[in-house]
């Protein structure tokens, strides 16, 4: 059993940033980000290999960035210019052994006008 633990976030306003952390209590392999407004379906943010090969969802390129220390089991997610619209959960998940996949509880983020 592996735990996923987010943290970093909290209240911004718009045009500012937040850097989310995901701590593994084991060995995951990709790792990614998703969000999820209330009453939506949670999405996809951005994904990482464990040898540090990225994928954005269209609606964050060039404003979020991905990134992983393996020997610290951790993934790093650098949002700037955040918007009012962008969703409030941000979700930690990873693949571990076996093929199991793993969800962190999700660390809140507000983006105030």
């Known amino acids: 059993q592996v735990h996923l633990v987010e943290s970093g976030g909290g209240l911004v306003q718009a045009g500012g940033s937040l850097r989310l952390s995901c701590s593994a209590s084991?060995?995951?392999?990709?790792m990614n980000w998703y969000r999820q407004a209330p009453g939506n379906k949670r999405e996809l943010v951005a994904s990482?290999?464990?040898?540090?090969?990225?994928r954005y969802a269209d609606f964050v390129k060039g404003r979020f960035t991905i990134s992983r220390d393996n020997a610290k089991k951790t993934v790093y997610l650098q949002m700037n210019s955040l918007e009012p619209e962008d969703p409030t959960n941000y979700y930690c998940?990873?693949?571990?052994?076996?093929?199991?996949?793993?969800w962190g509880k999700g660390t809140p983020v507000t983006v105030y006008s």
């Open positions: 998940n990873g693949t571990g052994e076996w093929g199991v996949e793993y």
């Open positions: 084991g060995s995951i392999y990709a």
């Open positions: 990482i290999t464990t040898g540090g090969t990225t």
